[in-house]
């Protein structure tokens, strides 16, 4: 007999929760198998490359779980509490994890406090967002206040991506490998910050735009694919200056990319 409390769970979005916390959990398996085969003096760039890969495939599951619950007006207390869970594993421990590997064990107390400090500032963001989402049920913010912590996890991981496209070494990343703590350190610092990140939760599979604006989309994420190694970094990079540059664009301008393009007249679609 269920709880009289029971609560609901809306099957799509919460399976790609589950599948963002699978990405997280695979991201660090590979990670830790990495470090064995390193610390007996084994190439590990294959598991490397793919601890990356399951933390970037967790920033789309990520994505899309919010998608698909305000799509059908499935947000709910627990949907919200079981992605902060998953976020924790996916875009907390697994970044940590994957810079403490590459460059933080060679610092050892030390590195182990700059990777706990970046885990402790993206829990303390998730719970953050979780008390405010909560208070503000009725009038979800458009915008994000701070560096969202899976945009954090994916500029870590896309450019520990690019690092190795360069050093082409199954080893090491080579001396640039030395940017990744104090990226750490400064990526926990801007989840906290004051700066603007639009959320862009009015983009909803509504959304409308000129053939000549999806056309340049479509051929942005076919470049994105073709250039794997180098192009997911430059798009978390630009995601995370375009919040310093943000409050200087045009209100038009903004309203552009970060809002929805249908009609407010427009009858909704059943």
Request: proline share 7%.
């Amino acid at each position: 007999m269920p709880l009289p409390n029971e609560p609901k769970i809306y099957l799509l979005p919460n399976l790609m929760t589950a599948g963002n916390l699978f990405c997280g959990f695979a991201a660090t398996l590979r990670i830790i198998e990495a470090a064995t085969l390193v610390s007996n003096g084994h190439p590990a760039g294959t598991l490397y490359h793919e601890a990356i890969a399951f933390i970037l495939g967790a920033c789309v599951f990520d994505l899309l779980d919010g998608r698909l619950a305000r799509l059908g007006g499935h947000e709910s207390p627990f949907g919200r509490e079981f992605d902060s869970l998953a976020d924790t594993i996916s875009f907390g421990i697994a970044p940590a994890l994957l810079v403490y590997q590459i460059v933080l064990r060679d610092f050892q107390r030390t590195g182990w406090l700059i990777a706990f400090f970046f885990l402790l500032c993206g829990t303390l963001r998730l719970a953050r967002f979780n008390c405010v989402a909560a208070a503000n049920s009725d009038k979800p913010d458009k915008d994000f206040h701070g560096f969202p912590i899976p945009a954090a996890a994916g500029l870590i991981a896309s450019l520990t991506l690019f690092m190795l496209w360069l050093q082409a070494d199954d080893r090491t990343i080579g001396p640039w490998k030395n940017a990744l703590p104090p990226l750490l350190i400064f990526l926990s610092f801007m989840m906290f910050s004051h700066v603007k990140y639009p959320s862009f939760k009015s983009l909803n599979w509504r959304t409308q735009r000129s053939i000549p604006a999806f056309l340049g989309l479509i051929s942005l994420l076919a470049f994105t694919a073709m250039n794997y190694q180098w192009m997911p970094a430059l798009l978390f990079v630009s995601f995370l200056l375009y919040g310093f540059v943000r409050p200087f664009i045009s209100k038009a301008i903004r309203k552009e990319i970060e809002e929805d393009g249908t009609e407010e007249n427009e009858p909704p679609i059943v």
